[in-house]
């Protein structure tokens, strides 16, 4: 065993809230500190004068009595640590942890007995419970009855507001009266703040920012009152926890800081800082109300007599001496602006941030100061709307974000030099500011054959809106103009089964339907794939070539891939994402790396030379294909006047129908309306087949639907040509085309103008 011992699960009691702290025990000192607050009671091991071990509904309980009567209480310890305790106890603090028995029969009837600043209530001489009387806020007596009233911590889950003594009269002895012998008890003990008596001292019309006005400061043996017009505030010693003299960043102004706990209140407001203004050139001289003995005897000579200067230093002194604190001074920080300063905003209020020596400070409306030892993180981001100043923004442990806006940029390099200095780890939140590494992703990086679900799912939805867009731009150039009323006409002239024009617009009223469905489906597939507004389109990644080299792995996942089998059997059940944070600490302890570092060195060469000698196939396969280009550009040519050969006698055919009436057709739309479909020349095969198959009403029926299915737009394969060559060679003769049925109407004169026509060739 040492010379110290340290807990840093224990927790003490303030005003009926369990504060967590840090509990350590020296061979001459005892410390404990207190988390929330940062608080440290301190005192030296021989003003301890007795230790008990008490048992608590939750653990154990050390109860340390000084011998000036203070009791301090430390809770949360287990049962198994008073052994240990209580031989340490027992070498250093010359006494022993003596175990105390807790009654628990439930009485409320028993013997008040006060020990310290305690009130111990005892049934059949065991402690029922105590009562630590600086609780106390108020007590009144009546005839058998002491009232207690007690002060209310805001943090507390459960307050104890009241509690009430009934206190018999006895004939012992009539002169005592044992009420008012409890009361005066109470009184002695209690936190009772009493203006009794002249003040030490007095400062009028003090300038306040928190609470806001101008009150007049009177200074008391144990406490400080502020009178102003509308409040009077009492604050007591006990609850001030720091001291803070800050300069204004005009140089002509000065703060001082009075950190409260618990905070003083006004209706609902509270108010845990206190802060006047002074300026700098504002004098004015003192005489305090005490004698020269009562100075150096209860001040150790921090106080004289009768005292001049700056206003602001006169009254940091008394307080400082009073209150028994430091004051907080700002450190070594010196922003750009030569100040100590940095002008910033929190939230909607304008103010000062004060970077000090062990936290922040920021003056004045919220006041906020932040230490580091509850900083988990700050960030620098981004001001959101504009780009002359950034934003601070500091974590606490417990998840609170202060965020410090509008700071300019100016300021930057000398803020982040501090906190760089301080040791406080700077993060980056939302894609701003720095970057922590990522061992995930890392590791993700080099399994390049592995297979990505998501990613493909994202190719996927890529290509499919690629397309989608290609289809639009084909649909709209490839769209064939149809007059409106002319689609039966042309059924009737060119068509083998044209029976009559209604069937032909019920067959055109299909196909149009058809496009319409297209066109919806279109639709509705595009409007799942719009983009954002603001957004770029995605281009099209190249796929990537499975030939090409790997990218060299680093040392540190060369050791990882050894590794990492090890770390898992450590760690059973561990995740992917908890071996990397742990292969990340152990590479970090790792201090000699030369044997990864020359691994990743010739992993490098193998892959600098691998790279080129694929750069170099890349190179010969790209002349080889540019060659078979240049081959295949003179075969594709001869195409050409085959095509123009096959639409020789389709011009010859339409022409010959100019000057036909009614059912006159010109030369544009019908050579446009031909274009939209495959067949452009099996009008002429029709003409034939009508005429011979005049009297076969259902080979019609078929026959018509085949040709509309044939009709739909498609484009050309090899074997379509080579039916349209096969076409061409098989032209219906002159008297092919002419030997058509006669019918009625304006048909049969365009068709005998036709005939007329040709005899006349």
């Given at each position: 065993?040492g010379?110290?011992l340290e807990?840093?699960d224990?927790v003490?009691e303030v005003?009926?809230?369990m504060n967590?702290?840090?509990?350590?025990?020296?061979s001459?000192?005892?410390?404990?500190?207190?988390i929330?607050?940062?608080?440290v009671?301190?005192?030296?091991?021989?003003?301890?004068e007795?230790?008990?071990w008490?048992?608590?509904a939750r653990?154990h309980?050390?109860?340390?009595?000084l011998k000036?009567?203070?009791?301090?209480r430390?809770?949360?310890?287990?049962?198994?640590e008073?052994?240990?305790?209580s031989?340490?106890?027992s070498?250093y603090?010359?006494?022993?942890?003596?175990?105390?028995?807790?009654?628990v029969?439930g009485w409320?009837?028993?013997?008040?007995?006060?020990?310290?600043?305690?009130?111990d209530?005892?049934?059949?001489?065991?402690?029922?419970?105590?009562?630590?009387l600086?609780?106390v806020?108020?007590?009144t007596?009546?005839?058998?009855?002491?009232?207690l009233?007690?002060?209310q911590?805001d943090d507390a889950a459960?307050?104890l507001m009241e509690?009430?003594f009934?206190?018999?009269?006895?004939?012992?002895?009539?002169e005592?009266?044992?009420?008012?012998?409890?009361?005066t008890?109470?009184?002695?003990k209690?936190?009772?703040?009493?203006?009794?008596?002249?003040?030490i001292?007095?400062f009028?019309?003090?300038?306040?920012?928190?609470?806001?006005?101008?009150?007049?400061?009177?200074i008391y043996?144990?406490?400080?009152q502020?009178?102003g017009?509308?409040f009077?505030?009492?604050i007591?010693?006990?609850?001030v926890?720091?001291?803070?003299?800050?300069?204004?960043?005009?140089?002509?102004?000065?703060?001082?800081v009075v950190s409260?706990?618990?905070?003083?209140?006004?209706?609902?407001?509270?108010y845990p800082f206190?802060i006047l203004l002074?300026?700098?050139?504002?004098e004015?001289?003192?005489?305090i109300?005490l004698?020269?003995?009562?100075l150096q005897?209860k001040?150790?000579?921090?106080?004289?007599?009768e005292?001049?200067?700056?206003?602001?230093?006169?009254?940091?002194?008394?307080m400082?001496?009073l209150?028994n604190r430091?004051?907080?001074?700002?450190?070594s920080f010196?922003?750009?602006s030569?100040?100590?300063?940095?002008g910033?905003?929190?939230?909607?209020?304008t103010?000062?941030?004060?970077?000090?020596?062990?936290?922040f400070?920021f003056v004045?409306k919220?006041?906020?100061?932040?230490?580091?030892?509850?900083?988990?993180?700050?960030?620098?981001?981004?001001?959101?709307?504009?780009?002359?100043?950034?934003?601070?923004?500091?974590e606490?442990?417990s998840?609170?974000?202060?965020?410090?806006?509008s700071?300019?940029?100016?300021?930057y390099?000398?803020l982040y030099d501090f906190?760089s200095?301080?040791?406080?780890?700077?993060?980056?939140i939302?894609?701003?500011?720095f970057?922590e590494?990522?061992?995930?992703e890392?590791?993700?990086s080099?399994?390049?054959d592995?297979?990505?679900?998501?990613?493909?799912r994202?190719k996927?939805?890529g290509?499919?809106?690629?397309e989608?867009?290609?289809?639009?731009?084909s649909d709209?150039?490839?769209?064939?103009?149809?007059?409106e009323?002319?689609?039966?006409?042309?059924?009737e002239?060119?068509?083998?089964?044209?029976?009559?024009?209604?069937s032909?617009?019920?067959g055109?009223g299909?196909d149009?339907?058809?496009?319409k469905k297209k066109?919806?489906?279109?639709k509705?597939?595009?409007t799942?794939?719009?983009?954002e507004?603001?957004t770029?389109k995605r281009k099209k990644?190249?796929?990537?070539?499975?030939?090409?080299?790997?990218?060299?792995?680093?040392?540190?996942?060369?050791?990882?891939?050894?590794?990492?089998e090890r770390?898992k059997?450590e760690n059973?059940?561990?995740s992917?994402?908890?071996?990397?944070?742990?292969?990340?600490?152990?590479?970090?302890?790792?201090?000699?790396?030369?044997?990864w570092d020359?691994?990743?060195?010739?992993?490098?060469?193998e892959?600098?030379?691998a790279?080129?000698?694929y750069?170099?196939q890349?190179?010969?396969?790209g002349?080889?294909?540019g060659?078979?280009?240049e081959?295949?550009?003179?075969k594709?040519?001869?195409k050409?006047?085959?095509?123009?050969?096959?639409?020789?006698?389709?011009?010859?055919?339409?022409?010959?129908?100019?000057?036909?009436?009614?059912?006159?057709?010109s030369k544009?739309?019908?050579?446009?309306s031909?274009s939209?479909?495959?067949?452009?020349?099996?009008?002429?095969?029709?003409?034939k087949k009508?005429?011979?198959d005049?009297?076969?009403?259902l080979?019609?029926?078929?026959k018509?639907?085949d040709?509309?299915?044939?009709?739909?737009?498609?484009?050309?394969?090899?074997k379509?040509?080579?039916?349209?060559?096969?076409?061409e060679?098989?032209?219906?003769?002159?008297?092919?085309?002419?030997s058509t049925p006669p019918?009625s109407?304006?048909?049969?004169?365009?068709?005998?103008?036709?005939?007329?026509?040709?005899?006349d060739?």
């Amino acid at each position: 065993m040492g010379d110290f011992l340290e807990y840093p699960d224990v927790v003490q009691e303030v005003r009926g809230s369990m504060n967590p702290g840090r509990l350590k025990l020296q061979s001459n000192t005892v410390i404990f500190k207190n988390i929330k607050t940062g608080k440290v009671d301190q005192f030296q091991s021989s003003d301890v004068e007795t230790a008990n071990w008490l048992l608590r509904a939750r653990g154990h309980c050390l109860k340390l009595k000084l011998k000036n009567g203070t009791i301090h209480r430390y809770d949360g310890f287990k049962e198994s640590e008073y052994e240990k305790l209580s031989s340490f106890i027992s070498k250093y603090y010359d006494t022993d942890l003596s175990k105390v028995d807790i009654s628990v029969r439930g009485w409320n009837w028993g013997v008040a007995d006060f020990v310290g600043n305690s009130l111990d209530f005892l049934v059949n001489d065991k402690l029922a419970f105590e009562i630590p009387l600086t609780n106390v806020s108020h007590t009144t007596a009546s005839k058998n009855e002491v009232t207690l009233e007690f002060h209310q911590n805001d943090d507390a889950a459960v307050s104890l507001m009241e509690l009430r003594f009934h206190i018999p009269s006895t004939d012992k002895d009539p002169e005592k009266d044992p009420v008012q012998e409890f009361h005066t008890n109470v009184l002695d003990k209690a936190d009772i703040i009493q203006a009794t008596g002249e003040s030490i001292a007095t400062f009028e019309e003090i300038q306040c920012l928190t609470p806001r006005g101008r009150y007049d400061i009177k200074i008391y043996p144990s406490f400080l009152q502020l009178h102003g017009k509308t409040f009077d505030y009492k604050i007591p010693y006990a609850t001030v926890l720091r001291l803070f003299l800050l300069p204004h960043k005009d140089h002509r102004q000065m703060f001082f800081v009075v950190s409260l706990d618990p905070p003083i209140k006004q209706g609902g407001t509270r108010y845990p800082f206190l802060i006047l203004l002074f300026n700098k050139e504002e004098e004015t001289t003192l005489e305090i109300g005490l004698s020269e003995a009562d100075l150096q005897e209860k001040y150790d000579g921090k106080l004289s007599k009768e005292m001049s200067g700056p206003l602001y230093e006169i009254i940091s002194k008394v307080m400082k001496a009073l209150v028994n604190r430091k004051i907080t001074v700002p450190g070594s920080f010196i922003g750009h602006s030569g100040t100590h300063a940095v002008g910033c905003s929190f939230k909607a209020a304008t103010g000062f941030l004060y970077p000090l020596e062990r936290g922040f400070m920021f003056v004045h409306k919220p006041p906020i100061h932040v230490r580091f030892d509850e900083v988990a993180n700050v960030n620098f981001a981004r001001s959101a709307g504009s780009t002359r100043s950034f934003d601070f923004e500091v974590e606490t442990k417990s998840g609170t974000v202060y965020t410090f806006v509008s700071i300019e940029k100016e300021e930057y390099t000398k803020l982040y030099d501090f906190v760089s200095n301080k040791g406080l780890r700077v993060k980056n939140i939302g894609g701003k500011g720095f970057k922590e590494t990522n061992y995930e992703e890392m590791l993700d990086s080099g399994e390049e054959d592995d297979h990505d679900a998501y990613l493909e799912r994202m190719k996927a939805e890529g290509k499919e809106r690629d397309e989608d867009d290609e289809d639009s731009d084909s649909d709209s150039e490839d769209e064939d103009f149809v007059a409106e009323g002319s689609g039966s006409d042309v059924a009737e002239e060119y068509d083998t089964d044209a029976a009559t024009s209604e069937s032909d617009s019920d067959g055109s009223g299909g196909d149009n339907e058809e496009k319409k469905k297209k066109k919806e489906k279109h639709k509705k597939e595009k409007t799942k794939t719009v983009r954002e507004p603001g957004t770029r389109k995605r281009k099209k990644k190249d796929k990537k070539d499975p030939n090409m080299p790997k990218r060299p792995q680093s040392a540190y996942f060369l050791w990882l891939n050894e590794n990492r089998e090890r770390i898992k059997e450590e760690n059973p059940g561990i995740s992917i994402i908890d071996v990397s944070k742990k292969a990340g600490e152990q590479w970090k302890t790792v201090t000699d790396k030369s044997k990864w570092d020359k691994l990743a060195v010739v992993a490098k060469e193998e892959y600098t030379k691998a790279m080129a000698e694929y750069k170099e196939q890349q190179q010969a396969a790209g002349q080889d294909e540019g060659d078979d280009d240049e081959e295949e550009e003179p075969k594709r040519k001869p195409k050409s006047p085959k095509k123009s050969l096959t639409k020789s006698p389709k011009k010859s055919a339409t022409e010959s129908k100019a000057g036909a009436g009614g059912d006159y057709k010109s030369k544009e739309f019908i050579s446009s309306s031909e274009s939209s479909g495959d067949d452009d020349e099996k009008p002429l095969k029709k003409k034939k087949k009508r005429a011979e198959d005049e009297d076969k009403p259902l080979k019609k029926k078929k026959k018509r639907e085949d040709d509309d299915d044939d009709e739909k737009p498609l484009k050309k394969t090899k074997k379509r040509e080579e039916e349209d060559e096969e076409e061409e060679d098989g032209l219906p003769s002159d008297e092919e085309i002419l030997s058509t049925p006669p019918s009625s109407g304006a048909d049969s004169g365009s068709e005998e103008e036709d005939e007329e026509d040709e005899d006349d060739d």
